[in-house]
């Protein structure tokens, strides 16, 4: 495929992105980010948002509200506080920049942080049905729900934790942030239809790609993060710039988690690398380097079923610009969350969102 009908793909799908013709050009990254423009200082990102989701993980365990032993073991296992706990901060960091934008408020409310437990709980049920889905066996470094307790379990555990979601959203008692959430488990199952297909159409492809990244990724976040917006803040504006920030850093943030799949050792990532494409998934990279090695159309239609092609496509992305285009990409979504959060009034919460977007784009894992 001409790499301008690949633009086309591109444009015609998520047309802010205005340079994926530069995709092409050679010259090295840059960061996305300013230094910080408030004035205040504050410590890293992480630090500052955990203020505010201090007793996250107990907090969570007592929504789960479970009496039978295993299913209560089951439902907690994910919930070690063992992460970054990176959807709940970029959460309680928005509701504070919303905040201080309307009425120069710097709490958090209730209600918000709430929002925080809940997109962790919904990001948690997607990653154990996922693991059905994909038969995984390792997540975090540690064995899966499923591999540990089965898979007719381990969906009715993903099936509890919604549920339990869901109450915790009803208590809330905002029809607008309930039909705002509801639309996350939506596009969660809509996303992972559009991963169980393929395209033949090369011209279809990426915009397939996007589409299903912004639903099973990039929909918890930007929802997430309008939802708090509706909570602090009256102004429509407001709630767009905290939708299209969350957008455009979900994505930005699964496309290296792609490049991360043909980069990183299975130690730094907890699972083993090539994954993707085992699952029989072309991602970013493999979609990139199609344009350098076409043989690779054939592999990503049988979905790399046939003995070697796992190998031979993995190899095909390595001698392609692939990683780098993805990794550009990336790049261009982070400089649109940049841009839109930018529109905030100056505080430490929104030069720490402004700075979460770097940290999108260097994590090694």
């Known amino acids: 495929m001409p790499y301008f009908n690949l633009v086309k793909s591109l444009t015609s799908a998520f047309p802010y992105v205005y340079s994926i013709s530069r995709f092409y050009h050679t010259t090295p990254a840059v960061c996305c980010c300013s230094k910080t423009q408030s004035g205040e200082k504050y410590t890293d990102p992480f630090k500052l948002g955990r203020r505010d989701l201090k007793g996250l993980y107990e907090d969570i365990r007592k929504e789960l509200l479970i009496s039978t032993t295993e299913l209560k073991e089951m439902s907690e296992y994910y919930f070690d506080g063992k992460g970054k706990a990176f959807r ?53 470094g540690k064995h899966t729900v499923n591999k540990i307790w089965g898979e007719k379990k381990a969906v009715l555990a993903g099936d509890l934790i919604l549920s339990a979601a869901s109450i915790a959203l009803a208590r809330i008692g905002n029809t607008t942030v309930i039909s705002i959430l509801t639309q996350v488990i939506e596009d969660l199952v809509r996303g992972e239809f559009l991963q169980l297909g393929s395209k033949e159409n090369e011209n279809e ?14 929909s918890l976040i930007a929802n997430s993060c309008k939802a708090v917006s509706v909570l602090g803040c009256p102004d429509p504006v407001v709630h767009e710039i905290a939708y299209q920030y969350g957008k455009n850093v979900g994505i930005a943030f699964q ?21 993707d494409l085992k699952l029989g998934l072309a991602t970013g990279p493999v979609l990139f380097a199609c344009q350098q090695f076409p043989e690779m159309n054939a592999m990503i239609m049988r979905r790399f079923s046939l003995p070697g092609d796992v190998d031979r496509a993995r190899q095909y992305v390595l001698q392609s610009d692939g990683v780098q285009q993805t990794t550009y990409l990336a790049q261009q979504y982070c400089h649109e969350a940049v841009r839109e959060i930018s529109k905030l009034r100056p505080s430490p919460e929104r030069d720490a969102l402004i700075q979460l977007s770097e940290i999108v784009l260097t994590r090694d894992k």
């Open 88 to 140: 709940p901060v970029i959460v309680v960091l928005m509701a504070r920049a919303c905040n201080i934008h309307h009425n120069n408020s710097r709490d958090v409310q209730a209600n918000q942080r709430s929002i925080a437990l809940i997109a962790e709980m919904i990001h948690t049920a997607s990653l154990v049905h996922d693991d059905v889905i994909d038969d995984a066996s390792s997540r975090r």
């Open 205 to 218: 492809r990426f915009a397939h790609y996007l589409e299903k990244t912004f639903k099973k990724t990039a």
């Open 255 to 275: 496309l290296i988690d792609d490049v991360l799949d043909f980069t990183s050792c299975s130690d730094q990532m907890g699972k083993p690398t090539a994954t």
